[in-house]
């Protein structure tokens, strides 16, 4: 290898890995928000950025229709879980007869998004709420997520399946 391509490789490479290095931390440093779950019926609020879906937020940005559904709440809950374990590196945290938490881990850096269910009984709703814990955007995969689930919770729905 001639000397000047090992002089720029020696100068470019590391200012290349900096910003994949950076990733690997701030996702290393992450850690589980203290404030999630359900207030007067609520989930949080979306942050300002663009990296979050929810069935309770006004903002089109961030806005996301519910799942629905026709039969008994408890069969609606075990359809959802039962959606919920065709997913890939999803992780359910925290279950009560209402509220779910589980916590989705990307492949590449291992970034984590929150992701939150609350069943409404009286509506036949299942409202829900994913976001990133770090960064800036997405690039969509929170709303990609959750209409994933919401395809399969409808799939098993037709299938007859809990």
Not at 10 to 34: E, V, Y
Not at 90 to 99: A, K, M, Q
Not at 127 to 140: E, N
Request: charged share 25%.
């Amino acid at each position: 290898m001639p000397l000047r391509l090992k002089r720029l490789l020696m100068i470019f490479a590391p200012l290349l890995l900096l910003p994949i290095l950076a990733l690997a931390i701030l996702s290393a440093t992450a850690r589980r928000p203290s404030n999630l779950g359900v207030t007067a019926g609520k989930l949080l609020p979306c942050p300002a950025s663009p990296n979050a879906v929810s069935t309770q937020s006004d903002s089109p940005e961030h806005h996301i229709e519910p799942l629905t559904f026709t039969e008994e709440p408890a069969v609606a809950w075990k359809r959802l879980h039962a959606a919920l374990k065709t997913l890939a590196r999803v992780t359910v945290i925290t279950e009560r007869d209402d509220y779910l938490h589980a916590e989705a881990t990307s492949r590449l850096f291992r970034f984590v998004d929150d992701v939150e269910f609350v069943l409404d009984s009286e509506s036949k709703q299942i409202h829900f709420r994913s976001a990133s814990r770090v960064g800036h955007s997405d690039m969509g995969a929170n709303r990609a997520r959750m209409e994933a689930v919401r395809t399969e919770f409808e799939r098993l729905a037709a299938d007859g399946a809990t």
